[in-house]
């Protein structure tokens, strides 16, 4: 027997998603299995040129993970030690991690207090000499506009990379992210919106020469067999996560549209009380990978005990930003350097939110937060 859930309201349901593809799924594992098919397989063909459609990119490399996708990404546009590559003080560690591992230096940037993306009138400032990339990030679901962000990439001769791994299937004006930079880095982590059964990533990119210098490098660096032109990585996707991602893949602009909904309500049902939502509204290009409610007065780490007492699986995403990690120390920023990401992680945490959430579970939070500020 399975136990009881902890929470009343969880932030995942993997048996839903898992039962959504299951027959499939086993048989075509069970041929794998047996057939002895598990690495750079028919099955990972599959899934990366499903993949590369489904974003509108004519390649999709998969890798071991987002982060390494960051990574090759960074490394096949030949970035590494002198070079600096900008990305926003308000994102997940891996975004900054990826780009201190090439020997680049991560220079940041603030994020806006309403998008909680980058703010994109400090880009241009901080563009120098060493300035290799950017690294845009479409964070907990919602897409960064790029069209701004592409001319000014291109007017000083750097490359624009996404990081999309909160936001697979998330578009702007129609054009899915991922298939506006020169490369865009996706996460198949078990937490996302296209959510292997473990870890693994993808690169997409309409560039041949990119695509190709990715299959070297996630595979020792062989461009032909047995030939190590250059020091790559082991990183691939193997075939069981490729055929779980292929068949989820079928799912993923339901169940993004089943968050869309369920955001919606929140947003209704939370209407009045002194929280804040991420800006742009259920558009149909968020995703909403997670739901962030930005809590206006100053209460929200009682907010948050108050919820998690009740049994609601609410978390903070994130609570210290880039710079004020101690990973990055060497970086020499300091507090009051990006005081909106600062704010933020001070201010803002996250609501449940899956594809399958009844409408009762909706309420049952919706309750607890009107509850919280009642008394
Ligand atoms: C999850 C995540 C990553 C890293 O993905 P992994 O597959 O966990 O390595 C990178 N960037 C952002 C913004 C993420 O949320």
């Known amino acids: 027997m399975p136990e009881a859930p902890s929470f009343v309201v969880e932030r995942s349901n993997f048996a839903h ?81 990826a780009i201190a591992r090439t020997g680049a230096r991560p220079v940041l940037v603030d994020a806006l207090p309403d998008t909680y993306l980058m703010d994109l009138s400090q880009v241009e400032a901080a563009v120098s000499k060493r300035t290799k990339a950017i690294i845009a990030v479409h964070l907990f679901g919602m897409p960064l506009n790029l069209t701004e962000l592409r001319a000014l990439a291109q007017r000083h001769g750097i490359a624009l990379v996404e990081d999309c791994a909160q936001a697979t299937g998330a578009s702007i004006a129609g054009r899915k992210v991922g298939s506006w930079g020169d490369l865009g880095c996706f996460s198949f982590h078990p937490s996302k919106t296209l959510a292997g059964a473990g870890d693994g990533g993808a690169v997409t990119t309409h560039s041949k020469e990119l695509a190709a210098r990715l299959r070297s490098q996630r595979y020792f660096g062989q461009r032909v067999s047995k030939v190590h032109s250059h020091l790559g990585h082991n990183s691939k996707l193997d075939t ?136």
């Not at 002895?36 to 993949?51: K, M, N, P, Q, T």
């Not at 096949?76 to 997940?92: K, Q, R, Y």
């Open 17 to 97: 998603e898992f039962m959504s593809i299951r027959g499939v799924v086993m048989a075509e594992m069970e041929s794998a299995l047996l057939a002895g098919r598990y690495i750079l397989s028919d099955e990972v063909d599959r899934f990366e040129c499903a993949f590369a459609e489904y974003v509108g990119c004519e390649h999709a490399v998969t890798v071991n993970s987002g982060t390494d996708a960051l990574l090759l990404a960074l490394e096949v546009l030949d970035i590494s030690d002198g070079h600096e590559v900008i990305t926003v003080a308000n994102t997940f560690h891996a975004t900054a991690l």
């Open 240 to 375: 069981l996560q490729a055929i779980v991602l292929y068949h989820k893949l079928q799912f993923l602009d339901q169940w993004n549209e089943q968050r869309r909904v369920r955001a919606g309500r929140y947003m209704e049902g939370l209407r009045g009380l002194p929280v804040m939502f991420q800006a742009g509204g259920p558009v149909p290009e968020h995703v909403y990978h997670l739901f962030q409610l930005r809590v206006s007065d100053g209460r929200r780490d009682e907010l948050l005990a108050h919820l998690v007492a009740q049994r609601i699986d609410a978390v903070v995403r994130y609570p210290v930003p880039i710079h004020l990690q101690p990973a990055f120390e060497y970086l020499a920023y300091s507090r009051g350097n990006f005081p909106v990401s600062e704010h933020l992680a001070l201010s803002n945490l996250c609501l449940p939110l899956r594809p399958d959430m009844t409408a009762e579970e909706t309420r049952v939070v919706i309750d607890a937060v009107a509850e919280f500020h009642a008394r």
